[in-house]
């Protein structure tokens, strides 16, 4: 099994910048990927970034030059960075991790942008 942990959300203004955090313990290794979600009332949880063990990261195109998704191996722990945030990005931001083909979830933290 695999915990994680999510901190980091709150309320922030139109144009402001939050930094997520995921702290990931537990079974971790063999975690291949891991990413951060978010779902907005009455929408489906949709992909924000990830970074694959390798390194290489993925973000969906509405946060492209905005987020930036990082990692700590030795905290274990992934980041959200979040810049010249809209009203629009406000959700639960859940953290993800994938390992032999199951997910496992965090239990999201809440980022409310105010414009």
């Known amino acids: 099994q695999v915990q994680l942990v999510e901190s980091g959300g709150g309320l922030v203004q139109a144009g402001g910048s939050r930094k997520l955090s995921c702290a990931a313990s537990?079974?971790?290794?063999?975690?291949?990927?891991m990413g951060w979600y978010r779902q907005a009332p009455g929408k489906q949880r949709e992909l924000v970034a990830a970074i694959i063990r390798g390194g290489s990261t993925n973000y969906a195109d509405s946060v492209k030059g905005r987020f930036t998704i990082s990692r700590d191996n030795a905290k274990n722990t992934v980041y959200l960075q979040m810049n010249s945030l809209r009203p629009e990005d406000t959700g639960v931001y859940y953290c993800?991790?994938?390992?032999?083909?199951?997910?496992?979830w965090g239990q999201g933290t809440q980022v409310t942008v105010s414009s």
């Open positions: 537990g079974s971790i290794s063999g975690i291949s990927a």
């Open positions: 993800n991790a994938f390992q032999r083909s199951y997910n496992f």
